[in-house]
């Protein structure tokens, strides 16, 4: 079984733990809050430090929590709601899509324990919710808003004020809170101002909690909130042990659609899942080859208007939709417990963001499955993206995740990495996926090194890198011709070299923009010089596994990429679907 992490304050040393220092008593005893749990929540026990937590902030502590996606944050600050009703909870959500299932699901647990005040909601609506909330007897236990609400309202600010007067006012709850701090994704403006309920209401304790995992959005949260110097700091960890991570090689685009197509007819036919795509015209593409292919999929971007994307979130929720292809847009505010897969089209922005995505997968804990489609073309198309991003140098995260090529175990290990939990790399570190092998490219690393210096004085793409270095050998440079690719290197593992060479920074992109485009040069790195002259520098990469030797070079090329697929699809599968996959593999050329 995966190990469990349950740092409590401790993953910093500016954070001792809550429990070995004076800490407040919680004013409920175990049994009540278990109690509770059973009676209100229907839920039998506590996950991982769930109860920790809410002992925490019941003795009125701040406390920050970082919890995986659907690891269960909202029952902390909900159970606490109904233990100290009458006193009121007011939670912050990012969206009226997140505010409205929560608004559902705590009415669902106890009957008009909760409302929200939004901007949409008619005057006499407002009025009624708020004199049941004044009302000590009125059941009123949690208020949901958005951002805005909290720093533009003034009739918000004085009920809390008639509140806390009447020492009503039990906590403020900031939703996904990683969303006031630039560093992380989903950056929302209006979130820093939140920090008025600190400045109006200091004796109300704070819980801010987030799926986001940096140390940077953490402090910054901390900053922003003001949360007390003490605060206590809890994180689960981040293994999802029912989700299976794993990398798949790109071709082409035809080559990927096919792909997805079968593995979703194999493995989740009636179930539904998310395709993420680069970009708008890409989500309208797959999803266009989706549909082709007989799968009812449905493209949402930000070009589709309010209401497309509320029907289609609709449809996808009630199991019509197959599959949502979408751009990073569609993300914050899902909340569909059944998603059994997330397919990535291309890389995402950093690992964390990867993590975030895919994990949109299996919050029921049930089975669930989340590719990653990797091209080393796709990397310089996503520098482009990124560049001047403030975490454009976390993209080197992602990228060395999709090169390791790795099974669910060096996946899983990798991404637990990448969010501080190296223990739990111990293991599997190694396992690659079995269509690939380590390979030494010493030697042609530092081909390409010594070309991409012969022409230090243009201005190299990598696809015209490759082409140079690719070229017949009788016309190249000496030392293409003393070592060429040919014999050992198809055009995609050429392509993983020059991005091993980029993640080692032995090369280093310069984005130009033109009229029209942004264009991605490579250059050599000082530390490039040392490695051509070293003879112990070595550079090992994973590469799609070489088959006998037999014929030309032209034909070994298809070959390999053959046995790729043959390799890729070898799950089992009908003779139908068998048949069409023979068919369309002489398409594979990029
Ligand atoms: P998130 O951390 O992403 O906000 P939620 O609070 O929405 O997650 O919870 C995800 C799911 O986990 C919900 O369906 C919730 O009912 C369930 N859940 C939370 N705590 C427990 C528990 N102790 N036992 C069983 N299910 C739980
Ligand atoms: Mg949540």
Redesign the pocket.
Known sequence: PPRRVTLVGSASPYFPSPTARNMPKCPYSTHDITQTLRQSFR?Q???EN?LEIIQTTLSGKDCFVL?K???????LYQLPAVLESPKITLVVSPLLSLIQDQENQMNDFVPHSCVSFTSGMGAELHNANWSRVRDVTGGVMMILVTPEKVFKSNKLKSELQKLEEQNRLGRFVIDECHCACQWGHDFRPDYAKISVLRTHFPRVPILAVT?TASDQVREDCAKIFQLSSDYAYFRSTANRPNLKYQVRPKESAADVIQDMVAFIRENHPRSAGIVYTYSRKDADTVARDLCSAGIVAESYHSDINAVQKRDIHESWMRNETQVVVATIAFGLGI?K?DVRFVLHHTLSKTLEAYYQESGRAG?DGKPSDCVLYYSPKDVPRMIRMIDGESNADLFVTMVKYAQQFGDDKACRALILRNMGEPNQTLEGCQGLSDMVEKRDVTSHAATVLQLLQLHRNENMTMPMLVKCWRQNPKQAPECVRNNPPGKDLTPSDCERIIVGLLVNKLIEPNCRYTAYDTVVYLSCTPMAVSFIKSNKARMTLPLPKKIAKTGKMSSKSSEVKETDNAKLTKRKRSSSTAGREKKALPMKRS
């Open positions: 839920l026990s506590f996950r769930q919890m996606t659907g690891g269960g944050k909202s029952l799926a909340n417990p919050r």
